[in-house]
């Protein structure tokens, strides 16, 4: 089992609910964040392209939740561990803070709380998946850009905001059968570095630069 | 860009140990060292202990030290099992001496000795090689602290035969194994520099946590303190590159018998030397700075 988030960079509007949402729920230190939004661009179209073919889009950043973690791979105490439905997760009561693993995260996604000491990042929202849930970045999301699943039973395992319209029984809407039709091609990582990134962009038509040149925050304002 | 003072301290003083256990285990193979031996043995113990506590101010919950060694593939794990791995050695050497009828080392402990501080300077290395993405994970940083460990042992060891007043110091190996160590050190940090960086890697290990390989760490784009961090390798790459090498062959011109005309010449090939491990540092922090301006 892999459990993974799927993120339709088509849909997402930068709205920061997802990152809101997530530090509401779990109490997340001010100044850190488990799921950060980064802006994308504006980056041309085209080679030598310049305004108005321009376009950028919003990335959410939060724990890839690796195949290969390395931050379980370093981890000196066996805080950092892999479980059974595929997540990364932190025992905090083995943890002793040395930092190995804010090293080894290619994606910065790891902080030292300074209260407690060890280190902290996002835990797919363990606590609401016990209970049949979803992460909390999932069920907030107003754009239904994000999807929850298992990678090893295929994207039709991917489901995500209920569905209060009826248009589904009630039940959690479908990523298969609400967003646009996409391709192998449209689904992108962020840089794998050996390291095997559980979650999936899609980004149609246009071109995946990752978060190359990524600003945090996602308003026009900055 | 944030300096971790213990880590640095914890590196600095481990290669220390290594060196000096690992110099004098050399000159009990070659039959030299005599009383020096045992305040050698004690102050590479004395330098161990300091390493190991540095390795635990390092850790942010102090009172679960002991897990540190749960996990023994790491490279965290290995790095700090080396240390107690070494103080044992450095225990097992100060009786071997102390119980010697000429006080001096005898030669089964000298191979001992030589074989804990390979083993040390790999295990302070496993920090940086530990499995990660950064710019550790290459034989490079292994060997760059083997050679730093021999350049730090062979100083040590000058000023441990200066202070015993110790005719019997063989004054040219002391300078020369210095001298060549500087110079594998800065030659290992240069190459380091200019390769790590076209493998996508960052440089300096001194720093915590600071890169951006892909694009999206929280400290991108942040060099605001990046001159003071400068500051700070400038001053490491003098001290170590400059200096020891040159204050070795002045030690090595004070002691009875050893060749002067030798001596000097080591002494400008070892300025020579200092100032290539100078420029070698002063590329790598370059390159840090350059891929932190990214």
């Known amino acids: 089992m892999q459990k993974a988030i799927f993120t339709d960079l088509n849909r997402c509007v930068g709205c920061l609910s997802c990152s809101v949402a997530c530090k509401a729920l779990n109490e997340v230190q001010i100044g850190n964040f488990w799921n950060r939004v980064v802006r994308v661009g504006p980056n041309p179209e085209y080679e030598g392209a310049d305004y108005p073919d321009v376009y950028m889009y919003f990335l959410p950043v939060t724990c890839q939740h690796c195949e290969n973690a390395p931050c379980v791979a370093v981890c000196p105490t066996g805080a950092s561990m892999k479980t059974e439905d595929g997540t990364v997760q932190i025992d905090h009561e083995q943890c002793i803070g040395c930092g190995a693993c804010l090293d080894a995260c290619p994606y910065g996604v790891r902080y030292i709380n300074i209260d407690t000491n060890v280190a902290e990042k996002c835990t797919f929202c363990s606590q609401n998946i016990k209970d049949d849930g979803v992460p909390q970045c999932v069920s907030q999301c107003s754009g239904n850009a994000r999807w929850v699943g298992d990678l090893d039973e295929g994207y039709d395992s991917f489901v995500g905001t209920y569905d209060t319209d009826g248009d589904y029984g009630g039940e959690r809407r479908r990523m298969m059968d609400f967003i646009e039709p996409f391709t192998e091609e449209d689904v992108h990582t962020l840089p794998d570095i050996g390291n095997g990134p559980s979650f999936r962009y899609i980004l149609r038509g246009h071109k995946w630069y990752g978060a190359e040149g990524g600003v945090e925050g996602a308003t026009m304002a900055m | ?265 080591l002494g400008v090939i070892a300025v020579l030397v200092a100032v290539a491990a100078t420029v070698s540092i002063a590329l790598f922090s370059g390159q840090a700075v350059q891929l932190l301006s990214r």
């Open chain 2, 1 to 265: 860009m944030t300096l971790s003072w213990p880590l640095i301290a914890y590196v600095m003083l481990g290669v220390a140990c290594a060196g000096t256990l690992g110099t004098q285990g050399v000159l009990a193979l070659r039959g030299r060292g005599g009383k020096v031996h045992l305040y050698s043995a004690i102050l590479a113990l004395v330098l161990c202990l300091g390493a190991m506590a540095a390795a635990v101010a390092r850790l942010g919950r102090v009172d679960r030290v002991f897990n540190v060694l749960a996990h023994l593939s790491s490279g965290i794990s290995q790095g700090y099992a080396v240390l107690i791995v070494f103080a044992a050695a450095a225990v097992v050497a100060i009786v071997a001496i102390h119980r010697d009828e000429d006080n001096s080392m005898p030669r089964w402990c000298g191979v001992m000795c030589v074989i804990v501080a390979l083993l040390t300077a790999y295990g302070i290395a496993a920090n940086l090689t530990a499995t990660g993405l950064h710019a550790g994970k290459t034989l490079l940083a292994t060997a760059y602290l083997v050679a730093a460990a021999l350049a730090a042992g062979f100083f040590v060891m000058s000023i441990m035969f200066t202070l015993c007043h110790d005719e019997s110091c063989p004054a040219p190996l002391l300078a020369l194994g210095s001298t060549i160590a500087s110079a594998a050190t800065g030659i290992l940090a240069y190459i380091f520099a200019t390769i790590a960086p076209t493998l996508g890697i960052r440089a300096t290990q001194i720093v915590k946590s600071d890169y951006g390989m892909v694009g999206i760490h929280p400290t991108q784009g942040i060099n605001a303190s990046v001159q003071n961090d400068q500051l700070v390798l400038w001053v490491l790459a003098l001290v170590v590159g400059a200096l020891v090498p040159l204050v070795i062959s002045l030690i090595a011109r004070k002691i009875k018998g050893a060749g002067s005309a030798g001596i000097n010449a």
